[in-house]
T-cell receptor, first 114, second 114 residues
Framework: GAGVSQSPSNKVTEKGKDVELRCDPI?????LYWYRQSLGQGLEFLIY????????KSGLPSDRFSAERTGGSVSTLTIQRTQQEDSAVYLC????????????FGPGTRLLVL | KNQVEQSPQSLIILEGKNCTLQ??????????LRWYKQDTGRGPVSLTI?????NTKSNGRYTATLDADTKQSSLHITASQLSDSASYIC?????????????FGKGTKLSVKP
C-alpha cells in the first residue's frame, strides 16, 4: 500500500477483555515500531521489530502486552486483560531499515477501555 | 535524565504570520533531532531530521535550526496557513541506541486562525 495502515481505527472494550491491534507497514520496510500516545503526553516507545525479531522489548509496560510480526510484514499488538490506563492511541510506524531513518506513521488505533 | 522540553505548550496565530517553536533537550550522547507534524487524528509526519553537524534544514515553509552546544532547536514556520494547525513534536535520538532510545517531547499545539 501507499502508507502504513492500522486497524481498527477505534476500539472500545470492557476492562479485563483482550484486544488485538493490527499494523500493515509500507511494503519493503524491514523495521516496524509500536508507540503509545496518551492524552497530553508525548509518544511512548513500546517495541520495535527488525524483520520478524524484536531486539528491543524494553518499552512494553507490562507482561499483559505482547507483539508479534510474521513474514516480515504485518504486526499485531495484543493487550491482555485490559485496564483503564491502557486507554490511548496506539501508533505504528515503519522505516526502510532499523538504523534510525525516517519513520512513517500510521493513523493509529484509538483504544478506550471502559 | 534524558528529556526533551518543548515550548510553548500551545500557540494561536493569525493566518499569514510567522511563528517559532522551541525545543530544548538534555539527551546524551546525541545522534539526531527530528521535527514531526501531527494533524489531529493522524499519525506524525516527519518534517526534518538534523544530525550534530547540521545547523539548519528547510522543508518548504518550515525551517529547523539546531544549536548542539546549547542543546536547543527551533522550528520556524513562515507565512502560516490554516493547514499548519497541528501539533509539532520534537524528537531526539541517542547515539548508538536502539529505537527505544528516541526521546519525544510532548509537542506544541499550533492553531492558525483566519
Amino acid at each position: 500500500g501507499a502508507g502504513v495502515s492500522q486497524s481498527p481505527s477505534n476500539k472500545v472494550t470492557e476492562k479485563g477483555k483482550d484486544v488485538e491491534l493490527r499494523c500493515d507497514p509500507i511494503s519493503g520496510h524491514t523495521a516496524l515500531y509500536w508507540y503509545r500516545q496518551s492524552l497530553g503526553q508525548g509518544l511512548e516507545f513500546l517495541i520495535y521489530f527488525q524483520g520478524n525479531s524484536a531486539p528491543d522489548k524494553s518499552g512494553l509496560p507490562s507482561d499483559r502486552f505482547s507483539a508479534e510480526r510474521t513474514g516480515g510484514s504485518v504486526s499485531t499488538l495484543t493487550i491482555q486483560r485490559t485496564q483503564q490506563e491502557d486507554s490511548a492511541v496506539y501508533l505504528c510506524a515503519s522505516s526502510l531499515t532499523y538504523q534510525q531513518e525516517t519513520q512513517y506513521f500510521g493513523p493509529g488505533t484509538r483504544l478506550l477501555v471502559l | 535524565k534524558n528529556q526533551v522540553e518543548q515550548s510553548p505548550q500551545s500557540l494561536i496565530i493569525l493566518e499569514g504570520k510567522n511563528c517559532t517553536l522551541q525545543c530544548n533537550y538534555t539527551v546524551s550522547p546525541f545522534s539526531n533531532l527530528r521535527w514531526y507534524k501531527q494533524d489531529t487524528g493522524r499519525g506524525p509526519v516527519s518534517l526534518t531530521i538534523m544530525t550534530f553537524s547540521e545547523n539548519t534544514k528547510s522543508n518548504g515553509r518550515y525551517t529547523a535550526t539546531l544549536d548542539a552546544d546549547t542543546k536547543q532547536s527551533s522550528l520556524h514556520i513562515t507565512a502560516s496557513q490554516l493547514s499548519d494547525s497541528a501539533s509539532y513534536i520534537c524528537v531526539v535520538s541517542l547515539y548508538g541506541g536502539s529505537q527505544g532510545n528516541l526521546i519525544f517531547g510532548k509537542g506544541t499545539k499550533l492553531s492558525v486562525k483566519p
